[in-house]
């Protein structure tokens, strides 16, 4: 599989299994970092990848650059120094690496562990567009697609390609014209050239299919 199919397949299989890791091992209150973790670690694959070639096992490469970024993050942002500060009094300065479980059963764990904190009404997160975005995919899997597409529309990201893009993809297989349309207005917003070959293929999966309705 070349590059530019196997990073997204990777991103559609493994980026929500890295999210809810470092998600359980953050704490939910820190799901946007956790988030951000994770697409930075695919920016990075994109990055290497293309000039090193694809590791043996990408999947591994990707749960350790992942698990490598979050500790620079914690050590760097200072955030687990507040959990573990009563146990560092007579330790010396040197901070403990973070033990990140990256599983299968953990993965399993931290993932119906993060659906149940999207889908909880109780629980109140401030959300950047990005975050959102990816809480309302996760939605879709969990109670639909039809709840996904009510909660994606009162976000109104126009001015965000992301945002349309996952309409384009919800709208798929219910109203083909409709998510046809929402795909070609990302098309327009979107910056780089790889995103928008990856637009512009959904576009063309579309065609023909616009007047179908699942």
Not at 36 to 54: C, H, N, P, S
Not at 77 to 100: M, R, V, W, Y
Not at 189 to 206: D, F, S, W
Request: glycine residues 4%.
């Amino acid at each position: 599989m070349q590059q530019q199919e196997l990073i997204p397949h990777l991103f559609r299989t493994e980026y929500s299994k890295i999210t809810a890791v470092l998600c359980k091992h953050l704490g939910i209150e820190l799901m946007e970092m956790a988030e951000d973790i994770a697409a930075d670690t695919f920016l990075l694959a994109y990055e290497t990848w293309a000039y090193k070639g694809i590791p043996a096992n990408p999947s591994a490469w990707l749960y350790t650059v992942a698990k490598n970024k979050a500790r620079n993050t914690l050590h760097r942002k200072q955030i687990f120094t507040g959990k573990i500060a009563p146990h560092l009094k007579n330790a010396g300065s040197e901070i403990p690496e973070p033990d990140i479980d990256l599983s299968d059963k953990n993965i399993t764990d931290s993932q119906l562990q993060m659906l149940f904190a999207i889908c909880h009404p109780s629980i109140l997160i401030a959300y950047s567009p990005v975050a959102a975005l990816n809480r309302t995919y996760a939605l879709s899997k969990v109670k639909g697609k039809a709840e996904a597409i009510a909660a994606a529309e009162t976000l109104q990201l126009t001015d965000n390609h992301f945002y349309h893009v996952l309409l384009g993809e919800l709208y798929t297989g219910i109203e083909n014209h409709q998510a046809k349309q929402y795909f070609q207005k990302a098309l327009l917003l979107a910056k780089t050239q790889p995103e928008k070959l990856v637009i512009q293929k959904k576009i063309e999966g579309l065609s023909g299919l616009e007047g179908f309705i699942c």
